[in-house]
């Protein structure tokens, strides 16, 4: 249950780091439905005068052609996006010069990835956001106007916000910077609750106000948040946490890879094991399980590497651009 003053001060809270007004021309290409298109597509630019261009779904060529006709200014997208733009060959075929920047929420985003985007289309940095329907959605940007935000942050805290790193282990205990634990928020944008689940409710929000998100995530000195992935999707290999958000990253960093999705499953050991789902470029016919698995085992500690590895069409995603595991898991 978000409240018209949850939702209003969320956008005054977003609107000093992501300034819009007359000229500026926005792509609305998510629902307005959920919460990021509500906010970021029609509330947050229409609040500021800036013009909204809505297409009825997202089909990469018409959402290139939108960009080049329409003279489009910015986007508010999701990491499925911003892989197309960095790497799908449709992007050389139409003019994206009107754009000044890009912005990419409701899912992680590799650093690797977010910088091959800028860099093919000669933009600043990727910034990213972060929050969840439950805050309205906002409590973390990387303002547009900071030239060199880090690599792989989702920003620093919007105003009237405030933040703890939880313990994964230890019920309450707050870590210190660069430990990885369970973000907690607490602010004017947190909802009322769930409609008719109060137990919910209260498993969500305790009783001094600060809602536990599920994600995991660190912070630096500086105070810019990194977020790892959701609790519940960590893989628990032998005591050791394995996040497939980061093997993820890993993958589409392969020149063979147009997209990839990490889950755990269970070998014959009954130990928790990342399994990957791959989709081969076009260009990619040859590559093989053998390919895929050598290549991450390079690059991780040994309890990360995939052990198993199923070539598809496409990744199922949710229209907010998040990965559909539970239908993975239900081919695996």
Request: with cysteine; proline share 9%.
């Given at each position: 249950m978000l409240t018209h003053r949850s939702i209003a001060t969320n956008l005054a809270q977003l609107a000093p780091t992501m300034p819009m007004g007359p000229g500026d021309r926005i792509l609305a290409v998510l629902p307005f439905f959920h919460i990021y298109g509500l906010t970021a597509l029609m509330n947050a630019p229409l609040r500021q005068g800036a013009t909204v261009v809505v297409l009825p779904r997202f089909d990469l060529h018409g959402f290139l052609a939108a960009i080049e006709k329409q003279r489009i200014t910015g986007l508010y997208v999701a990491p499925p996006i911003v892989l197309a733009l960095a790497k799908h060959p449709a992007v050389e075929g139409y003019d994206l010069s009107s754009l000044k920047y890009i912005i990419s929420a409701a899912a992680p985003l590799d650093a690797e990835l977010a910088s091959a985007c800028s860099r093919r289309l000669g933009?600043?940095?990727?910034?990213?956001?972060?929050?969840?329907?439950?805050?309205?959605?906002?409590?973390?940007?990387?303002?547009?106007?900071?030239?060199?935000?880090?690599?792989?942050?989702?920003?620093?805290?919007?105003?009237?916000?405030?933040?703890?790193?939880?313990?994964?282990?230890?019920?309450?205990?707050?870590?210190?910077?660069?430990?990885?634990?369970?973000?907690?928020?607490?602010?004017?944008?947190?909802?009322?609750?769930?409609?008719?689940?109060?137990?919910?409710?209260?498993?969500?929000?305790?009783?001094?106000?600060?809602?536990?998100?599920?994600?995991?995530?660190?912070?630096?000195?500086?105070?810019?948040?990194?977020?790892?992935?959701?609790?519940?999707?960590?893989?628990?290999?032998?005591?050791?946490?394995?996040?497939?958000?980061e093997l993820e990253a890993l993958l589409l960093a392969h020149p063979g890879i147009a997209d990839a999705a990490v889950i755990g499953v269970y070998d014959s050991d009954h130990n928790e094991v990342p399994h990957a789902y791959v989709v081969r470029q076009p260009t990619a016919t040859d590559l093989t399980e053998d390919d895929v698995i050598a290549y991450v085992a390079e690059r991780v500690a040994p309890y990360k590497k995939i052990r198993h590895v199923d070539f598809i069409e496409g990744v199922p995603r949710a229209t907010s651009g998040k990965i559909l595991r539970r239908e993975l898991r239900e081919r695996a």
């Open positions: 933009l600043p940095p990727v910034c990213q956001a972060y929050g969840m329907t439950e805050l309205s959605p906002g409590t973390h940007v990387v303002p547009l106007a900071c030239e060199n935000p880090p690599p792989g942050s989702v920003g620093k805290l919007i105003a009237g916000t405030e933040m703890r790193i939880l313990s994964l282990d230890e019920p309450g205990k707050d870590l210190d910077v660069g430990e990885r634990g369970e973000i907690a928020i607490r602010g004017p944008q947190v909802m009322k609750g769930y409609l008719g689940r109060p137990d919910a409710t209260t498993a969500m929000i305790d009783e001094d106000g600060w809602l536990h998100t599920g994600d995991v995530g660190h912070v630096d000195a500086d105070g810019w948040l990194y977020v790892v992935d959701r609790v519940k999707e960590l893989i628990k290999y032998k005591g050791f946490q394995v996040a497939p958000a």
